[in-house]
């Protein structure tokens, strides 16, 4: 049975959701205001990477076990695989947990910016947590698909075999040779060595 996903679709699947990740942890993911004894008011803003470092980590560790797949043989491929769900798991624990709760986030935001650790204003969340635990959980949809489909792909070397092998004429049965370079010649006139009778 044909596997349902390639390990060339797998890798480049997992490797654009490793990316993608990294990538949305890197912008803002919440803003509010606070106030400090010299500023009534200053604005906050916290970036993914800070909010939730653990969303970073687990893409690039997604990244790797992605390249991880194309290289590995029956066996490696089963630990790459869990090593790429348990990276998922964290992006997606880590974005939730920001995108549920964002306060904790920007109380120490707001210390380490005004020494103060409130804020004034409610937390304004950006769309960029919950894209990131979307692609949470595509990351494990992918993994639990590859896991399904890796018993049909083949290994590294396995490409390069030919689909039939070669059953060679023995070279010790003359009858044997000269019966296979009939069957050979016969679609381009006699056989070589008998010519035409006259």
């Not at 996903?5 to 606070?34: D, E, F, H, I």
């Not at 990276?87 to 995108?99: F, Y």
């Not at 409130?118 to 979307?134: G, H, R, S």
């Amino acid at each position: 049975m044909r596997a349902s996903l390639s390990r060339r679709n797998a890798v480049v699947a997992l490797l654009l959701l490793g990316a993608s990740a990294l990538l949305l942890s890197m912008p803002v993911w919440m803003t509010a205001q606070g106030s400090s004894a010299l500023e009534d008011v200053v604005d906050l803003g916290v970036a993914g990477t800070t909010a939730a470092p653990a969303v970073s980590a687990g893409a690039l560790v997604l990244v790797a076990s992605a390249l991880a797949l194309g290289l590995v043989g029956r066996v490696g491929r089963w630990v790459v695989l869990v090593v790429a769900a348990g990276s998922g798991l964290t992006i997606l624990v880590g974005a939730l947990n920001v995108a549920l709760d964002p306060l904790p986030a920007m109380t120490a935001e707001a210390a380490r910016a005004t020494g103060v650790g409130e804020v004034t204003t409610a937390v304004d969340l950006t769309p960029f947590p919950w894209v990131v635990v979307v692609l949470g959980a595509v990351v494990l949809v992918v993994v639990l698909a590859a896991a399904w489909s890796a018993r049909g792909w083949t290994t590294s070397g396995a490409r390069h075999e030919r689909g039939a092998p070669r059953q060679d004429v023995p070279d010790d049965d003359p009858a044997a040779l000269w019966d296979e370079l009939t069957r050979s010649a016969e679609s381009d006139g006699p056989p070589a060595g008998r010519p035409d009778e006259r």
